[in-house]
């Protein structure tokens, strides 16, 4: 699961996100899938080496910022001509008071994205590279 699926699975109402898999190796094994990704890859040469994929930092941006009770907000998803979403994001409410912005930039370019309020104030500028995915909390 990469950022865009998470994105996707919490702007249609889940209330969690799940990987199917911990750790797979890079062919998503042991039972090959291209649905079920793990969080990290463990590698099959007997190195031992454990490459940490977008499943796992999606789940550590979530899970680290977005507390139990929070509720999600609205947020703006960007498209490209193309028609598939360039700048996917999710927002949400904590019970604390603080808000939380999940960015996943699944276009083939660096975007610079200008993160705003519900009163269009701008909190904050950033730049995120193709297939990086970035966490902005306030409040």
């Known amino acids: 699961m990469a950022g865009d699926d998470c994105v996707a699975t919490i702007r249609n109402?889940?209330?969690?996100?799940?990987?199917?898999n911990l750790c797979t190796d890079a062919a998503g094994g042991p039972s090959p899938s291209t649905v079920c990704r793990g969080a990290v890859y463990i590698a099959t040469d007997g190195s031992?080496?454990?490459?940490?994929?977008?499943g796992f930092y999606m789940l550590t941006h979530i899970g680290?910022?977005?507390?139990?009770?929070?509720?999600?907000?609205?947020?703006?998803?960007?498209?490209?001509?193309?028609?598939?979403?360039?700048?996917?994001t999710v927002a949400f409410a904590n019970p604390d008071g603080s808000s939380v912005l999940f960015v996943f930039n699944n276009g083939p370019d660096e975007t610079k994205v200008a993160i705003a309020d519900a009163s269009r104030q701008v909190r904050t500028t950033t730049r995120l590279q193709a297939g990086e995915m970035q966490t902005v909390v306030w409040g």
């Open 48 to 54: 031992g080496q454990v490459t940490r994929n977008a």
């Open 13 to 20: 109402g889940a209330s969690a996100v799940v990987l199917w």
């Open 64 to 88: 680290r910022f977005v507390r139990q009770g929070a509720k999600r907000c609205a947020s703006t998803t960007f498209a490209s001509g193309s028609g598939e979403a360039d700048l996917q």
